[in-house]
């Protein structure tokens, strides 16, 4: 079982920029896929980023392309996701989860592990 748990969102106004960070609880973190994904009120939840475990490969939402950038740190365990020129529409609870490579297509059946998700809101 690996445990994720998500910090870091909050409220910011449109074109402002946010991190979120993921930590996992074990070390074979570091072999998994990790992803961000969201769900906004009243929609089904959407991925939004993935990363291999080496870092090299990387899978984004056409929504957030040139916008979001995620990264991993696996001798910390954890993975991130920097937000810039965030817009109204991405306000969203954000998930953190841990998965298989089909997640790096955008998968989201690729994926064994969740958090319990972080609230953005994006004022306009």
């Known amino acids: 079982q690996v445990q994720l748990v998500e910090s870091g969102g909050g409220l910011v106004q449109a074109g402002g920029s946010l991190s979120l960070s993921c930590a996992a609880s074990?070390?074979?973190?570091?072999?998994?896929?990790m992803g961000w994904l969201r769900q906004a009120a009243g929609k089904e939840r959407e991925p939004v980023a993935a990363?291999?475990?080496?870092?090299?490969?990387?899978y984004y939402a056409d929504s957030v392309k040139g916008r979001f950038t995620i990264s991993r740190d696996n001798a910390k365990n954890t993975v991130y996701l920097q937000m810039n020129n965030l817009k109204p529409e991405d306000t969203a609870v954000y998930y953190c989860?841990?998965?298989?490579?089909?997640?790096?297509?955008?998968?989201?059946?690729?994926?064994?592990?969740w958090g319990q998700g972080t609230q953005v809101t994006v004022s306009s």
């Open positions: 989860a841990a998965g298989g490579a089909p997640a790096l297509e955008g998968r989201l059946d690729a994926y064994d592990y």
């Open positions: 074990r070390p074979s973190f570091s072999s998994s896929v």
């Open positions: 990363i291999s475990w080496g870092g090299t490969r990387k």
